[in-house]
């Protein structure tokens, strides 16, 4: 964002440079304004144009907050999921897709705690403990989430292992993510929310991405064998 300011701060300068040096063509050097009158103007045109991005950073609501802070939370137990592949047996294809989630729901993770902390609002503390996730300064219970895993869910998730561990980490996989795209259906379905613009494109990310990994694991899902069936 600094580099952003930055860079409009100078457009605006080459501005008032370049109207400056066209009026005093038109009427002659000497009314051109000195220096100090053009930094001035630029000075001015920085000012607002700093008002209007904080303006716009104050665009968002309530339901905004919640959004956030309880997607980091969810996605915290889909990270914790797909960290259990690589110690349980998993097939070269599951492993792959538990690495591209643990990539990227940690970079959606660090992106909403900025978020949130460059709007003074609470970032929850997420704490792991075994296979719970435990998360302090959320606006709700992590577990009450939409697609989160119970207790018992983890377990046998844990307890699995090979076709069997696969088997289930896409089956819970695709309800923890369908429960992400409920969020945003929420979300959207409140009023006034979703309108700020880092929101609104995690949002629309987490539905695209989530629904475009969905459609992948019931294909996977669908070339596993049976439960209990020849492997």
Same mark, same amino acid.
């Given at each position: 964002?600094?580099?952003?300011?930055?860079?409009?701060?100078?457009?605006?300068?080459?501005?008032?440079?370049?109207?400056?040096?066209?009026?005093?063509?038109?009427?002659?050097?000497?009314?051109?304004?000195?220096?100090?009158?053009?930094?001035a103007?630029?000075?001015?045109?920085?000012?607002?144009?700093?008002?209007?991005?904080?303006?716009? $950073?104050? #665009?968002?609501? =309530?339901? *905004?907050?919640? /959004?956030?802070?309880?997607? +980091?939370? !969810? &996605?915290?137990? @889909?990270? %914790?999921?797909?960290?259990?592949?690589?110690?349980?047996?998993?097939?070269?294809?599951?492993?792959?897709?538990?690495?591209?989630?643990?990539?990227?729901?940690?970079?959606?993770?660090?992106?909403?705690?900025?978020?949130?902390?460059?709007?003074?609002e609470?970032?929850?503390?997420?704490?792991?403990?075994?296979?719970?996730?435990?998360?302090?300064?959320?606006?709700?219970?992590?577990?009450?989430?939409?697609?989160?895993?119970?207790?018992?869910?983890?377990?046998?998730?844990? $307890?699995? #292992?090979?076709? =069997?561990? *696969?088997?289930? /980490?896409?089956?819970?996989? +695709?309800? !923890? &993510?369908?429960? @992400?795209? %409920?969020?945003?259906?929420?979300?959207?379905?409140?009023?006034?929310?979703g309108?700020?613009?880092?929101?609104?494109?995690?949002?629309?990310?987490?539905?695209?991405?989530?629904?475009?990994?969905?459609?992948?694991?019931?294909?996977?899902?669908?070339?596993?064998?049976?439960?209990?069936?020849?492997?």
């Amino acid at each position: 964002m600094r580099a952003i300011r930055t860079s409009v701060a100078g457009v605006a300068l080459l501005a008032v440079l370049a109207v400056t040096g066209c009026a005093g063509a038109g009427r002659g050097a000497e009314r051109v304004p000195g220096p100090d009158g053009a930094a001035a103007a630029a000075a001015d045109l920085e000012v607002l144009f700093r008002a209007r991005q904080d303006s716009a $950073r104050l #665009r968002y609501v =309530e339901a *905004d907050v919640r /959004f956030v802070q309880g997607m +980091i939370a !969810h &996605h915290a137990q @889909a990270i %914790v999921m797909a960290e259990l592949a690589p110690t349980h047996g998993a097939s070269g294809a599951v492993r792959t897709l538990a690495a591209r989630i643990i990539n990227a729901q940690r970079d959606e993770i660090a992106a909403m705690e900025a978020w949130l902390r460059e709007r003074g609002e609470a970032v929850p503390e997420v704490h792991v403990l075994g296979l719970e996730v435990m998360a302090h300064g959320a606006a709700h219970a992590a577990h009450d989430m939409p697609g989160m895993l119970t207790v018992e869910q983890m377990r046998e998730l844990d $307890r699995a #292992r090979g076709p =069997e561990f *696969d088997r289930l /980490f896409l089956t819970y996989m +695709i309800q !923890h &993510h369908r429960g @992400a795209v %409920v969020m945003v259906h929420d979300l959207f379905a409140t009023d006034g929310a979703g309108q700020d613009e880092a929101v609104f494109k995690l949002a629309s990310d987490v539905q695209v991405d989530q629904a475009t990994e969905i459609a992948r694991m019931e294909q996977m899902l669908s070339a596993l064998p049976a439960a209990g069936g020849a492997r």
